[in-house]
């Protein structure tokens, strides 16, 4: 009961510019259940506070600060699809990212804090039930857009990114040692704008990387 009542009182900011309110704890799974603090600027709007992981025994399990991230006053978060509002992205993420068997968290960092103003996320994973926070594995959300997409089957992590309407490149990283290691990557450049599009595919292969380039022409309706 004291730990609950703890968890209730309201923080000073130095700053008078902030408050903090305290979002809901939700679990997010059998294991693990998340606290959020938000602190708010009321005279830009922006907000800013930290997510707190804690085992069902209540020892603290990590803490990840994040920035420029918006809550709801029921928001809440799923089991299975992690988020803290149906109305807002994916909060949190909890699932494997370095194909161990073990969970890790993917943690929201900024809402607006990759490419064309999507989601950013710190990942901390699982190491005898601690959670090591992984600025390569934070890379691939920071430098991509939104978060980075899991293929268990092929145990290798997919990214995007783009440059404006005509230009996007796909890439594909295996895991070596906790680390994603680039593999491959296919680019497709529609700025010509003269009815093809140009795919550009680079892959490694024993150490070099082999690159093949080829004309596409686009369907009669592409613009």
Not at 94 to 105: A, E, L, R, S
């Given at each position: 009961?004291k730990?609950l ?5 309201i923080?000073?900011?130095?700053n008078?510019c902030?408050s ?10 059998s294991?693990?259940?998340a ?13 800013k ?12 399990i990590?803490?990840?600060?994040f920035?420029?991230?918006q809550?709801?006053?029921?928001a809440g978060?799923?089991?299975n ?7 807002y992205p ?16 993917a ?5 607006y804090g990759?490419c ?6 710190k ?12 600025p ?10 939104d ?17 404006g ?5 796909e ?32 892959k490694?292969?024993?150490g070099?990387w082999?690159?093949?380039t080829k004309?596409?022409?686009l ?5």
């Amino acid at each position: 009961m004291k730990f609950l009542l703890s968890l209730t009182f309201i923080f000073i900011v130095s700053n008078i510019c902030y408050s903090q309110n305290r979002i809901m704890t939700k679990y997010i799974s059998s294991e693990y259940h998340a606290l959020f603090y938000e602190v708010v600027c009321q005279e830009s709007g922006t907000s800013k506070g930290w997510a707190i992981i804690y085992d069902n025994s209540h020892h603290k399990i990590l803490k990840s600060e994040f920035n420029e991230i918006q809550f709801s006053s029921d928001a809440g978060i799923d089991t299975n699809n992690v988020g803290l509002d149906t109305g807002y992205p994916d909060y949190i993420i909890y699932q494997d990212y370095n194909f161990d068997g073990i969970k890790d968290f993917a943690i929201i960092n900024e809402l607006y804090g990759s490419c064309y103003g999507m989601r950013s996320y710190k990942i901390y994973l699982s190491s005898n039930r601690k959670f090591i926070f992984s600025p390569s594995f934070t890379k691939l959300t920071e430098n991509y857009c939104d978060m980075f997409q899991v293929n268990y089957n092929k145990k290798i992590i997919s990214t995007f990114i783009k440059d404006g309407c005509c230009w996007h490149q796909e890439e594909e990283f295996a895991i070596k040692k906790n680390i994603p290691v680039l593999i491959s990557k296919v680019s497709f450049d529609y700025r010509e704008n003269n009815g093809y599009c140009i795919e550009t595919t680079e892959k490694l292969k024993k150490g070099v990387w082999i690159k093949n380039t080829k004309k596409i022409k686009l369907d009669s309706n592409y613009k």
